[in-house]
C-alpha cells in the first residue's frame, strides 16, 4: 500500500469519518448455524435451485436472483429455512478477524449482505461501540447516537419475505420512496468509503457507487478518497474506479487487518474519541459544523451564483463555482510552509468564501477533519475555544472571521497556542484587516497572510464556461 494512501486512511480512521461498506464476500469466513462457511452466491444459488426446480440439474446460466425469485414462489416456508441454515452465523466459532473489523471507529456500515454477521460478532466479542443492526427495507432512521448503525441495504435474514434479492424486486424499490436510499446518497458523496468484500461486479453495488459521481476535466478533485480492497481486478475497472476516486488496495480482507488496521491503534482510538464527543455541546454545538455535512447543503435553485448571491456548498462540488487561477499558488504556499494560521483577505466580491469552501472541501477530500466555524456566534470566547478543542477537527476554517470584531486575534492565537496540531483557516476583509490589529495578535506565532487578487481574465473565461 503507497504510503500516501496510508496516511490519508489513517487520518480518515482517526477522524471518525470513514464509512465501511461490504459486499458478499465479507462473511465467507465466518461459520453458519449448521456447521459450514457461509455461502458464496454460487453456493446460495445451489442449495436453492432444487427448492426452485426440484426435478431439474443445476443450471449454471441461472442467476441467484432469478433463482431466488422462483423458489420464493413455489416454497416460500422452504426458502426462508434454507436462508436461516446457511445465513445465520454461529456466535460462538465468529474468527477473531471479525472483531477487528467492527470495534473500529466506522462512521456507519453499509453492507448488501443480509446475514448477521454484525449481530453475531457483537454477542461473540467485546466491542467498542454497540452494533445496530438495521434493515432498510423495514427500519425507519433511528435518533442519532455513538452507537454503531449497520444498514442492511437488501434486508435481513431474520425479516423474511422483506429482503431483495432478484432484479424484480429492486426495480419494485427504485419505483417508491426509499428513505434509506436518500440518506445512503448524501454519504456516499460527503464520507470517504472502504469498499471490502467484493471485486465490484454487483450491479446494485455500481448504481450505488455512481451516486458518488465523476469529476470535470476541470475540477479539483473534492470527492472524499475511497478505497477497495481487494487481491486484484482488471485494468479497465480500476480505471473506472480511478475515474470514481477509489484507489486499489490489492491485498486480501486477512492481509489489510494484519497489514494496515492492526498497525493504526492510535488513529483507532481518536477515531473512537472524536465519535464519542461529536454529539456533546463542546463538540460544536450549533456553530461549529462538520465540512463533511455541509457539502452535502443544496442550493437554492435559483442557479444565481454568477449573478451575486452568496455561494452554497453545491456550487462548488458542482463545478458551478470554478477554480480560480490563484487558487493553486496559494495551495502551494500553505503546502511549502509549516505555518498553522493561514489569513486570507479579500475585498466585497472578491470570491473569499468560496476560496474558503473550496480550501474545506480539499482538505476534506485528502482525509483530514475538517470543521467550519460560524463567526456569527456570540458566545463567550472561552467556550468557542472549549469547543474546537473537544472537537477532533484538523483544520478549522473561519470565515468573515473579521464578525468577531478586536477579538479574532486573540482568538486565533489562543487556538493556535491550545491546538499544536491545528490549522486555521480565516477570512476577512481587506479593509478590516490592519484596523482589527490581526497581526500584532500573531507576532509569536507562525502564519501566513495572503490577499486574494481580482479577477483574472482567464478566470472569467472559466466562469463563462461553467
Do not use: C
Not at 432512521?141 to 449497520?150: G, I, M, N, R
Not at 464519542?276 to 455541546?281: H, K
Amino acid at each position: 500500500m503507497e504510503d500516501i494512501l496510508r496516511q490519508r486512511l489513517a487520518n480518515q480512521i482517526a477522524s471518525g469519518e470513514l464509512i465501511l461498506f461490504t459486499g458478499a464476500g465479507f462473511s465467507l469466513d465466518a461459520i453458519n448455524v449448521v456447521g459450514s462457511n457461509l455461502p458464496s452466491v454460487r453456493s446460495l444459488s445451489k442449495a436453492l435451485w432444487p427448492i426452485a426446480f426440484p426435478s431439474d440439474p443445476f443450471d449454471d446460466r441461472s442467476g441467484l436472483g432469478d433463482i431466488y425469485d422462483v423458489a420464493a414462489k413455489r416454497a416460500g416456508t422452504k426458502v426462508r429455512d434454507t436462508l436461516k441454515d446457511l445465513l445465520t452465523v454461529d456466535t460462538t466459532l465468529v474468527p477473531e478477524g471479525y472483531r477487528k473489523w467492527f470495534t473500529m471507529p466506522w462512521a456507519r456500515i453499509y453492507t448488501l449482505n443480509i446475514d448477521d454477521l454484525d449481530e453475531a460478532s457483537q454477542n461473540a466479542f467485546r466491542l467498542h461501540r454497540p452494533i445496530i443492526s438495521i434493515s432498510a427495507q423495514t427500519d425507519s432512521y433511528p435518533k442519532e447516537s455513538t452507537d454503531l448503525f449497520s444498514i442492511h441495504l437488501n434486508g435481513r435474514v431474520a425479516d423474511y419475505p422483506a429482503i431483495t434479492f432478484s432484479a424484480r424486486q429492486y426495480g419494485e424499490r427504485t419505483a417508491r420512496h426509499e428513505p434509506w436510499y436518500y440518506h445512503l446518497v448524501a454519504e456516499l458523496v460527503s464520507h470517504p468509503i472502504l469498499f471490502v468484500g467484493t471485486e465490484l461486479d454487483e450491479p446494485l453495488l455500481w448504481q450505488h457507487i455512481e451516486l458518488r459521481g465523476r469529476r470535470g476535466p476541470r475540477q479539483k478533485e473534492l470527492r472524499p478518497g475511497s478505497y477497495l480492497v481487494t487481491p486484484g481486478i482488471s485494468a479497465a475497472r480500476r480505471a473506472m474506479l480511478d475515474d470514481l476516486n477509489i484507489k486499489l488496495i490489492e491485498m486480501t480482507q486477512t492481509d489489510f487487518v494484519n497489514n494496515v488496521l492492526d498497525t493504526m491503534e492510535a488513529e483507532k482510538q481518536r477515531g473512537h474519541t472524536v465519535i464519542s464527543t461529536r454529539l456533546s455541546p463542546n463538540a460544536g454545538g450549533k456553530f461549529l459544523f462538520d465540512v463533511a455535512d455541509l457539502r452535502t447543503q443544496r442550493d437554492d435553485g435559483t442557479g444565481d451564483f454568477l449573478l451575486g448571491r452568496e455561494p452554497y456548498w453545491s456550487d462548488i462540488t458542482s463545478g458551478r463555482a470554478v477554480e480560480r487561477e490563484f487558487e493553486k499558488d496559494l495551495r502551494d504556499k500553505i503546502e511549502k510552509s509549516d505555518e498553522r494560521v493561514i489569513v486570507i483577505s479579500g475585498t466585497a466580491g472578491a470570491g473569499t468564501s468560496t476560496t474558503l469552501m473550496r480550501m474545506s472541501l480539499g482538505y476534506h477530500a485528502e482525509g483530514k477533519k475538517v470543521g467550519w466555524l460560524d463567526s456569527e456566534v456570540e458566545l463567550p470566547l472561552w467556550q468557542i475555544r472549549e469547543a474546537v478543542r473537544g472537537s477532533g477537527f484538523q483544520v478549522v476554517v473561519i470565515d468573515d472571521a473579521d464578525n468577531f470584531g478586536f477579538k479574532i486575534g486573540s482568538l486565533l492565537a489562543e487556538l493556535t497556542a491550545e491546538n499544536p496540531d491545528l490549522l486555521i483557516v480565516a477570512g476577512m476583509r481587506t479593509t478590516k484587516f490592519d484596523r482589527l490589529q490581526v497581526e500584532d495578535y500573531l507576532k509569536g506565532h507562525s502564519h501566513l497572510f495572503y490577499a486574494l487578487p481580482h479577477l483574472e481574465d482567464s478566470d472569467i473565461e472559466l466562469l463563462l464556461e461553467a
